[in-house]
């Protein structure tokens, strides 16, 4: 049974870094992908940012491109998302997510998710 378990949400002034972190267990071989989602109030919930463990390739949404940075260490099958410059559009609940093989636009399993609140 896969869990995914996260940690590093907290409040942070606008300009400020914050690294989230998603350890995952259950896993039975690096053929699956990892990502961070993330949700604000009265919005959609949006991709961020995603690796494929089985090769490290890494793609994250335009909107962070340059200010987060995603990565894996494989040998404590933890995620993680470095956030800096961040804003306060960046406020909103993070959620780790993964499955089996590629990456998509959801996953099959979740994480309970951390906050992240930005304040101007």
């Known amino acids: 049974q896969v869990a995914l378990r996260e940690s590093g949400g907290g409040s942070v002034q606008a300009g400020g870094s914050l690294r989230l972190s998603c350890t995952a267990f259950g896993f039975t071989n690096s053929n699956y992908c990892m990502g961070w989602s993330r949700q604000a109030p009265g919005k959609e919930r949006e991709a961020v940012a995603r690796i494929y463990i089985g090769s490290g390739a890494t793609d994250v949404t335009d909107s962070v491109k340059g200010r987060f940075t995603a990565s894996h260490d494989n040998a404590k099958s933890t995620l993680y998302l470095q956030m800096n410059s961040l804003e306060p559009e960046d406020s909103a609940m993070y959620y780790c997510?993964?499955?089996?093989?590629?990456?998509?636009?959801?996953?099959?399993?979740w994480g309970q998710g951390t906050q992240v609140i930005v304040s101007s």
């Open positions: 997510g993964a499955q089996y093989g590629s990456c998509g636009s959801t996953w099959r399993y």
